[in-house]
């Protein structure tokens, strides 16, 4: 919504002039069925540190059955 200050009337009163418009679709709702950058890159982040888990939790069952870590 935006105002103007218009013309005075016949009687000498002030007008505006009032332009309104229906707000369209924002951005950041139309790309709201894809994930965004920091979800994609928080979702990277959990998943290197389930793989990183992994291989401490393997080479944690290799010490302890003395067995030479495979690499």
């Known amino acids: 919504m935006v105002g103007f ?10 007008t505006w002039d009032i332009y309104l418009s229906e707000p369209g679709e924002r951005p950041q709702e139309r790309q709201s069925s ?4 920091s979800a994609a890159a928080a ?8 793989e990183h888990q992994a291989a401490m939790a393997l080479q944690a069952r290799h010490a ?3 067995d030479p870590v495979p690499y």
């Open 5 to 14: 200050r218009g013309q005075d009337d016949a009687q000498g009163n002030p």
């Open 34 to 37: 894809r994930p965004s950058a």
């Open 43 to 50: 979702r990277d982040q959990r998943r290197q540190e389930r």
């Open 64 to 66: 302890e059955l003395d």
